[in-house]
């Protein structure tokens, strides 16, 4: 544990001991200390400030990483209010980035607690695991009635699967408490997409709701995330139609599903999308609140086919991972 407080150090040193999954091996309170710490402990794991004297987190961070690669969970009271600092990051191989909680309420305590025990054991079961990657990403785009339908679906995904990124209709504020939510109840690791970050297996990502758009780009090393500032005309941020779209040129990589929602955004990016080889579903009317969006999307034959709620994940891991086995 790498942290500047005092105070601090006592109370996660407390918290951590007190976990029968955890054993504390040290702590420190600057970058010097740190390495002294990690050099005679060899910990499983590291939980790492970004604030500190002399050389700061996220510097310590990028030598950790390039000399000595281990799981880290960033715990600092920056991840609440600064986005690049988490962006950062996870950029440079942080497992998890996490605020310290403004009030340590019992849940709140377990939640940091199972995050390091899962940061410990990807990295012991799979080889580190949370860096692995495969040219795959699966794309979700939904509004009324996506929340509800986003968490019956999402569990059945697999939690080791390819990147899953989703634009959901809605205010930033509510965005940030529904991932909240789901990174408690999932397998997979759920947060916002941040500019610049590379996409892993067994991630789920959604769109901020603020001035940019979030989009993807393929590189050799994987899909990455970048912010665009919202153009004049589009009028859904996140928009389904961008996200879809900015994929659209490495297709053959990509399953698309939209889900229920009043309009038609995301239609004419799914159709970009199949035009460029990609696997796209929609929800059946008769699973849907509303039947806005996918049937908009399957009017432009931009669907391959529709499927009840429930049938999406087995059917698009059929299509985009085993090749069309179901009938």
Partial sequence: MIDDSKVMRRWLGSMISGDPRLELAGTAASAEEARQVIKSTNPDVLTLDVEMPGMDGIEFLSHLMRLRPMPVVMLSS?????????????????AVCLAKPSIPTPEALARLCDKIVAAARQDADADHASCATSDKVIL??????????????LPLFPANGPPIVIAQHMPHAFLGRFIERLDRNLDQSVDFAADGERLTDGQVRLAAAR?????????????HVQAIRRGRSDVFCPSVDV???SAAPWGAQVGAIILTGLGNDGA??????????????????????VYGMPAAALA???????????ELPSRMADLLLLGDTVT
């Fill in 78 to 94: 920056q991840m609440r209010h600064n986005t690049e600092h988490a962006r950062r990051a996870r950029a440079l191989g942080a």
């Fill in 140 to 153: 979700i785009g939904a509004s009324t009635g996506g929340v509800t339908a986003l968490e019956s679906i």
């Fill in 211 to 223: 001035d940019t758009q979030t989009v993807l780009t393929w590189h050799s090393d994987g899909w």
């Fill in 243 to 245: 996200l879809f779209g």
């Fill in 268 to 289: 004419k990016g799914m159709l970009m999308l199949r035009r460029n080889g990609a696997k796209t579903l929609g929800q059946s009317e008769r699973t849907c609140a």
């Fill in 300 to 310: 432009l034959d931009a669907t391959e086919e529709e499927r009840d709620l429930m």
